[in-house]
């Protein structure tokens, strides 16, 4: 019994693997936006990403 | 069960022959009709000849305690297996292990035309017990009955402590037997060897509701405790095959990667570097780069980027917009690379290559707006941007391969744990504990 779910499961996992690598999914958080003004490209500094103006690492041991 | 055999449970009941104990004069009943050879008074404990019309007193016991009481009392009736039965006879026996005693209930079942079988009960484990109808062949730690091969599990000095009803054979209290148990689950060969007799009885475990609902005993059965040596393991599935069918899905899933490894198109549609010069960059830091076309289904959109720091960083707030729909993907990524020496040796850290993929990006026309944010260490620093379309993303085969596997190891961790536990009670446990040598001392 348990196998025949497991045979299911496991189907069901390579059918979604294979969808997403058809479909272009990724593993990286990718922040979407609608409506970006057309202007940016002539005037880009009319856009701020939401990233910008972090505290960067100044890392090293 | 056949048709004709008629029905215990229900009226009219068969006659059972009343007679007195000798000694005490207490009625005995005798249920079995004949089947019994000794009877045993529940009143003064005596154990009397069955087959003796005056009942000669065969043995006289003591119990030191009035704790023992059978779980299905005796004349209790019940369907057991489609057969009915009637409890005759009960005894408690025990045996020591390293200086513990191991005490379990043994009742005898009568039904006046399939004869005599036995339920065991020890810590809440039931077995359905009968004589084996042919001699078993011992094979060293093995035994084979019927053509199934059952495992040595233990072998013990197993005595009667306590005895009440009819049995059918010349049973006393402090008789010992030489027990060994064979399993193969939910079955149980056993050999008892007194003198020079041995009998092979073959069982099968039992659930306590079993019994409970078989002779409609009040309340709820005693709780199992512990794993007991032939109950089933709550994994039924064939472990062995859940790995070789994990291993064909793995297989499966390989070629799902290189298949669609050889179809991604891998289409560089961007590669541009960048000069940033802080003497320059007074105002407004962020640029835009030229149209490019992305063409056919929604696709991942990969953007390398790489930068010549040492001990500096420099992030990159990118945006890729779709010029004529006016979606974007907005994302910051870092590129940062420290190295040393210390007392360590020498150390390093980051890398001046970074990789972000952009999922299901449909067609269209897009750019690139980045915004540079540099280390205020650094005066100037040329970066690289590549863009490919239709990259693989191979973490999903990771995550995939996992999804897969965690089930498998799941169920055979269960299965070995439950295993693990039934044989550590076993004269093979699974892993030999060597005394300290302190204990020879």
Partial sequence: MFRKLYLLYGALVLSTAAFGQYRGWSLDTINQLKNVPKSVR?????????????????GGK | MSASTPPLSGPPKPQAKALNCPKCGAAIVLRSFGQA?????????????AKDPNLAILQQFEIKTSDIKPLIPLGTRGKLRGTDYEVI???????????????????VLFNPYKGIRYLSEYNGHWNDISICKMLPMSEGASANYLGEIY?????????????????????????HAGVADFVNPPRILSSEKMANEVTWSIGEYMYGREI????????????????????????????????VAFAAFAMLLLALMAGFDMRAKKEPVLHET??????????????????FELKGRPSTVEVKTWAPVSNEWIYLNYALINQDTGQAWDFGREVSYYSGYDSDGSWSEGSRNDSVVIPSVPSGHYYFRIEPEVDPAVPAIAYSVAVTRDVPVFGIYGIAFLALLVPVVIISFRAYTFERSRWSESDHPPMQFSSSSGDDE
């Fill in chain 2, 212 to 243: 409970w609902e078989a002779f409609k005993l009040p309340g709820a059965p005693p709780e199992a405790m512990g794993v007991y040596e032939n109950q089933p393991s709550p994994v039924t599935t064939n472990v062995t095959g859940m790995w």
């Fill in chain 2, 274 to 291: 960048f000069h940033w010069e802080r003497a320059k960059v007074a105002g407004e830091t962020s640029l835009v780069t030229d149209v």
């Fill in chain 1, 42 to 58: 002539d005037n880009p500094g009319s856009y701020r990403s939401v990233y910008s103006g972090y505290h960067h690492y100044t």
């Fill in chain 2, 37 to 49: 050879e000794t009877v045993v008074c529940a009143s003064c404990h005596c154990i009397l000849d």
């Fill in chain 2, 151 to 175: 495992k040595h599990f233990q072998t013990c000095d197993a005595s009667t402590d306590f005895v009440l009803g009819e049995f059918p054979w010349q049973v006393r209290v402090g008789k």
């Fill in chain 2, 89 to 107: 006879g009960f005894q408690r026996r025990s045996t020591q292990v390293d200086g513990i005693t191991y005490r379990w209930h043994e009742y």
